[in-house]
């Protein structure tokens, strides 16, 4: 199983749709995660944190399930740009141990 | 403020070629990183260094070395390129080891 997991889509949704992903990770000692946001060719971009007690942020909202290992983050009323990658990034203590996703392409469409 | 900046952008090199990818950041920040990302692999760790003057092997480091010139610089050296390390190379810069991280526009290398 891999350190961190993400269904790497496309999810293509429309325009003010609520779309939900998803991030498992298989060590139960790992300690901080984080959603990124990558654009096109460009680099990655800290989205938002994720604690124990979940992150909400605008229309972002972050949760975390460590009884099932995974993060979801969910993106009420979708717009235009929000297409990008989003990478899920676990943190298990230790610079050595940042492992981040292969990320999730999310493509809003008018 | 310009945050983490990267030399170069683009990069084309012959195999067994030599080449340095430079790294700064002015945001006064301890730790510094060197990813590269390959499609459907995700980004992995090359290189880090925790403070000035201490360097450490990521997930990837075999054909890298790198140099933590000051706070400010971390380089990325590739003596002999190989094919297999056509990538992007991004930097990256925290205030700490655990915690949100800056990185740099990427550096495109593509060796043939």
């Known amino acids: 199983r891999k350190e961190v997991e993400q269904d790497p889509g496309p999810f293509n949704v429309p325009e003010g749709a609520t779309v939900a992903f998803n991030c498992t990770y298989s060590?139960?000692?790992?300690?901080?995660f984080f959603w990124y946001r990558q654009d096109c060719r460009k680099e990655p971009k800290l989205l938002m944190s994720?604690?124990?007690s979940g992150n909400e942020d605008g229309r972002f909202t972050a949760q975390l399930n460590r009884a099932s290992q995974y993060i979801s983050l969910l993106i009420r009323d979708s717009k235009l740009s929000d297409s990008a990658t989003y990478l899920c990034?676990?943190?298990?203590?230790?610079?050595?141990?940042?492992?981040f996703g292969i990320g999730t392409k999310l493509q809003v469409i008018p | 403020n310009a945050g983490v900046t990267q030399t170069p952008k683009f990069q084309v090199l012959k195999t067994g070629q030599s080449m340095t990818l430079q790294c700064a950041q002015d945001?006064?920040?301890?730790?510094m990183y060197w990813y590269r990302q390959d499609p459907g692999m995700g980004l992995r760790l090359i290189y880090y260094?925790?403070?000035?003057?201490?360097?450490d092997k990521g997930e990837v480091p075999n054909g890298y070395n790198v140099s933590r010139l000051n706070k400010r610089e971390f380089s990325l050296r590739l003596e002999s390129a190989a094919p297999s390390q056509t990538s992007v190379y991004f930097c990256?810069?925290?205030?700490?080891?655990?915690?949100?991280?800056?990185f740099g526009p990427g550096t495109r290398l593509t060796v043939t």
């Open positions: 994720v604690y124990s």
């Open positions: 990256a810069s925290s205030e700490q080891g655990i915690g949100e991280q800056y």
């Open positions: 945001m006064n920040h301890n730790s």
């Open positions: 260094s925790a403070s000035e003057g201490t360097t």
């Open positions: 990034v676990v943190n298990i203590g230790g610079y050595q141990k940042v492992t």
């Open positions: 060590n139960s000692a790992s300690q901080s």
